[in-house]
């Protein structure tokens, strides 16, 4: 009962105040655009409390339980708001925070607060939750809103009605999400000399807006639930790919200004009204144009060359409607064509994972013996180091290069210490190397240094050092995956292999978790580096890392296989670390606002630093003494 009530204080009473808290510090040290009025966001905010009461009592009244994933429910509820969404608490609460935000005017609660929330409840459910839910219940049978199925019947109403709230919404919330985050302050035109100077062409409006239309009406128009799963799946792959983009790039295009006032001038004019131009590359128009296309072109197969044809007059209509440059037309068909293209794209990802994995090579010369994969190691800290000083500037090369060094004997004491290992063998561990290099940061700030500018510099880089270095890890087996489905899961089959030497994975599919690593640390690196040259504050660069990593961590660890990682009250260690990042991550936002300074570019003078720490990172990473039976002689 105890531990009832303390975990309800956490997320009832803490948890609310410490992101309230937050919100109203962050926006003291940082200026977004705020909207809302109290109406509005009491009404979202009573929203979501409403669905997360209602949510509440259907646990408790059909299987006496609460909203406490340490202690679940005896019987799997599927009733009342259950039997319509899934994880209607969590939506719930996320909608309250909106609200909050909305109602308070607070920039930071809505743009930096409810998205972290929003995310963490997604990292959870992902990497948590979901399976545990599964372990005990078995399959759980699908909400009502849920995507369609891969039958060849007819889709009821409800799966039509799906895709309207579970794609289409969440699309344009996001899009005009972006939009209302403004124009970036360093936008560059996507128009050419040439294209910016081609005149509009008002009566194109009539194909131009065609899209909407076919969008809105395409979901009734699907005859097979296949073809619906697959309209939705690539508008949701399709977000997920290009309002990131919208976020990370700083490409704009402004609307030409339409002259006369005629019908086809003044619609043209009405569909500017609140348009931004952030929202343009790629065109979005294109994508959708091409995802109903495709639809279409099923449920019609005799008239496919026809509306492939409309989305191909719809791409010329974004140029002579003066609403997108050429460039942004072209990044919008090479965008579908990354949807489309996402399956076989990732076979060769997984194929090319699987070759990396298996390709482990030595040659030994006298005691020494040198690894083929250390040279990954040495790449990562090399060109990590690079970017880090690209960023900070050559009067940081001392302490970047010490940092470098400290990283690598931080991942090493870790290893020892927490995974505990044979006195001869020499592993490293990720987490050792985060806390050296934290210590570092603060031992120079302590002495009179730049220490967050160095932190900021270093994390921005070491996301680049993790990537490259990840294929080293899928070489040596270590961090590896459990056992997936053979569409997902890569083989090792090298008898060098940390897998196959140490466990019986050997030739059974597991999960990439390196590729997922690689994906998610560049992704963070994109962050980081935008925020940069943003001009954010240190602070917010600092605790992006550590946020954005604890959250793609926190997944990570749940499809790992690893059998030596401890596990404690249901979670991995290193989840209940990444727990830690996201919060320490929140804190070091609130520290302080002095801005990032501008990229200083690259120095030549930075190059024997880069190369040393590439050499000593090979060193460590690749060199080793099999026959020597002193402390730390292995790597294998």
Known sequence: MIARIAYALVFVVLLPLLLTLWAARLDTLVRLPAYGTPAMGLGLAIAGLGLMALAT???????RGLPMSPFPPARLVTTGVYRVIDHPIYLGAVLVAAG???????????WIVTPTLALSAIAFVAGFEREQTRRRFGTLPPPAFA????????????????????????????DLAVEFLGVPPDARSTYLPWDGNLPVIPWTEVIYITTYAAVVLAPLAARSQRDLRRFARSGLVATALIIPLYLLLPFVAEAKPVIGN????????????????????????VVWACITARLYGSTWPSARFAWWGLALAVGVSCVTTGMHSLADVVAGFAAYGLVEAGPAIWRAMRKSAEEVANSWREIAVGPVRFLNHGLYAAAGGAMGLALALNLAGPG????LVTMSLVSIAGASAWAQVIEGSPQLLRPYGYFGSVFGVVLLGVGIGAIGGDGWLVLAAFGTGATL????????????????GREA?????????????????????????????????????LFVGAVMLRLWTLGAPLHMIVGAYFILVGLSRFVEEHFRGEPQTAVLAGLRLYQWLAIAFVVAGAVVTTLGADPAPPIAGFDPRILPGVLAVGLFAYLAYGVDFPRSERRFSRLV
């Open 147 to 174: 995507l369609p199925g891969a039958g060849n019947g007819p889709p009821t109403a409800t799966q039509r009605l799906s895709v309207y709230v579970l794609v289409l919404l969440p699309w344009l919330v996001l």
């Open 100 to 110: 909050a935000s909305l109602a308070t005017h607070s920039g930071a609660g809505l």
């Open 485 to 521: 489905p053979e569409a997902l899961g890569i083989r090792y089959t090298h008898p060098r292999s940390r897998v196959v030497r140490l466990s019986p994975l050997g030739v059974v599919p597991l999960h990439p978790t390196q590729v997922y690593s690689i994906a998610s640390t």
């Open 57 to 63: 009592r259907e646990l408790w009244v059909r299987a």
């Open 396 to 399: 940081q090369l001392q302490w």
């Open 262 to 285: 005629g019908f086809w001038e003044n619609l043209l004019r009405l569909e500017r009204v609140g348009d931004e131009a952030v929202t343009a590359f790629p065109a979005f128009h």
């Open 465 to 480: 050092t993790q990537a490259i270095g990840r294929l080293r890890c899928l070489v040596q087996g270590c961090c590896h």
